[in-house]
């Protein structure tokens, strides 16, 4: 089956400190990878993501690379912000019957200033 | 634009009753998925709709777990005889795809169901 393994949360750094979340995951297919994340009182949104090996996905100063030989897809940002306070979830899709997410359990990541 | 919509945002409910939670897909979405998230846990996949199609209910946990899609929109799940363990967040998602799975699917702000 399909699953992901997010690094045990949760993690407190301080502002313009560099942030990597580790995300590894099994897949049956091909499978596209997502990052999700979740800020305070608010739904849970996309962050960035990458269909295919080798693919970086990059928004808001965070980037993630599609690494097919070691089945990854780790979460970095060269410079935390406060306002980057959430709850990050790895994700995968593989196409077929109905394309569902399969989720890691989440991390929180707090900033302090 | 509107984003996908759920209601209520919270809903406290006794053991044994039953309840229905309501989503508003994103105009045009054909796809629409439900997802729980139980307290510490990663989000689970419940059901799937897309379009006229007969839904996927794989991820369905027991025969309480219902849900319907009318008019290829708005969805109801219901969850009947509720119990203590069913207590989480339900999300709703839609998405425009056809099943090609790399499609972003877009969350709505869930309903909070606590069964005391």
């Known amino acids: 089956g399909n699953s992901v393994t997010q690094m045990e949360g949760p993690v407190t750094l301080s502002e313009e400190a560099f942030l990597t979340i580790n995300c590894t995951y099994t897949?049956?297919?091909?499978?596209?990878l997502f990052w999700y994340v979740q800020y305070p009182g608010e739904g849970l949104q996309l962050l960035l993501k990458?269909?295919?090996?080798?693919d970086k996905g990059s928004n808001k100063g965070f980037e993630a690379t599609y690494r097919k030989e070691t089945t990854s897809f780790h979460l970095e940002k060269g410079s935390v912000q406060v306002s980057d306070s959430a709850v990050y979830f790895c994700?995968?899709?593989?196409?077929?019957?109905?394309?569902?997410?399969?989720f890691g359990k989440g991390i929180t990541l707090s900033v302090r200033p | 634009g509107a984003g996908v919509s759920q209601s209520p945002s919270n809903k406290v409910t006794e053991k044994g009753k039953d309840v229905e939670l309501r989503c508003d897909p994103i105009?045009?979405?054909?796809?629409l998925y439900w997802y729980r998230q139980r307290l510490g846990q990663g989000l689970e996949f419940l059901i799937y709709?897309?379009?006229?199609?007969?839904?996927?209910k794989s991820g369905l946990p027991s025969d309480r777990f219902s849900a319907e899609r009318t008019g290829g929109s708005v969805s109801t799940l219901t969850i009947q005889r509720t119990q203590q363990e069913d207590s989480a967040v339900y999300l709703c998602?839609?998405?425009?795809?056809?099943?090609?799975?790399?499609?972003?699917?877009?969350f709505g702000p869930g309903t909070r169901l606590t069964v005391l």
């Open positions: 990458a269909t295919k090996a080798d």
């Open positions: 105009s045009g979405h054909t796809a």
């Open positions: 897949a049956t297919g091909y499978p596209s």
């Open positions: 709709f897309q379009g006229n199609s007969a839904p996927d």
């Open positions: 998602a839609s998405s425009s795809s056809a099943g090609g799975g790399t499609d972003t699917q877009y």
């Open positions: 994700a995968l899709s593989v196409s077929g019957a109905n394309s569902k997410l399969t």
